[in-house]
């Protein structure tokens, strides 16, 4: 499968931005960016110079935010395990450590510091998402599935389990369950085009534009969709 720039995959449309559990300082899955790097490294300075340095939770996570911010993930991890020592129940320390040990495809791992963000926030409908985007990966289908239900069942707007099942499903050959888990939080456009993006990587070039075409004549201004038809004709 593809490569994992995080969990929570986003409809191919855009028209979802990557999805993280609020509250928790978990802005989507994302890399930490250079701004956010540049005060870390700020906040590393003056941690090393103390003499008495605090090694609070938050300390290992900004630590590890740092480590992910230039590309350590080995680092990032261990920052994320020793925090979670200190305070085992930081859910910002464990959905970190959930992305990077995807990212690094230490998918067992990974999978279970999912359930333990499951049962952390009470059955997060994203953290389901999340699990189950993780048990594909794996290749374990049957499991990705089943996590993916229960996130719908805990919230059934939730566009992290609606997109990355109907996304599973398309790429299992079940267009029409998939195009009603997509719909549920997408438009029927959006929903039509996602499906075609999914023929085209899959190289059912015809299944594709047929896709494209229904996007259009439901939205004729997807400019997306106008140029991936463009592409496959």
Known sequence: ???????????????MALAGCGGDGN???RGVSRGEAASLNSQQARFESSEDPAFTVQTHYAAGQLAESQGNARVAIEQYRAGLKVEPGHRASLYRLGVVYAQVR??????????????RTGGDATAYANMGFCHELA?????????????????????????NYGLM???????NEALIQLQAVLTAAQAHYNLGSVYEQEGKQEMAK????????????????KARLAGVE
């Open 1 to 15: 499968m593809k490569r994992v720039k995080g969990l929570a995959a986003a409809c191919v449309c855009g028209a």
């Open 27 to 29: 802005e989507g899955i």
């Open 106 to 119: 230490a998918y067992p791992e990974a999978i279970a510091t999912w359930e333990e963000y499951v049962k």
């Open 139 to 163: 290749g374990q289908s049957d499991l990705a599935e089943a996590a993916y239900q229960k996130g719908i069942a805990k919230d059934g707007k939730n566009n992290a389990s609606r997109v």
């Open 169 to 175: 499903l398309a790429r299992a050959g079940r267009g």
């Open 210 to 225: 047929g896709e494209y075409r229904k996007a259009l004549e439901l939205e004729p201004e997807m400019g997306e969709a």
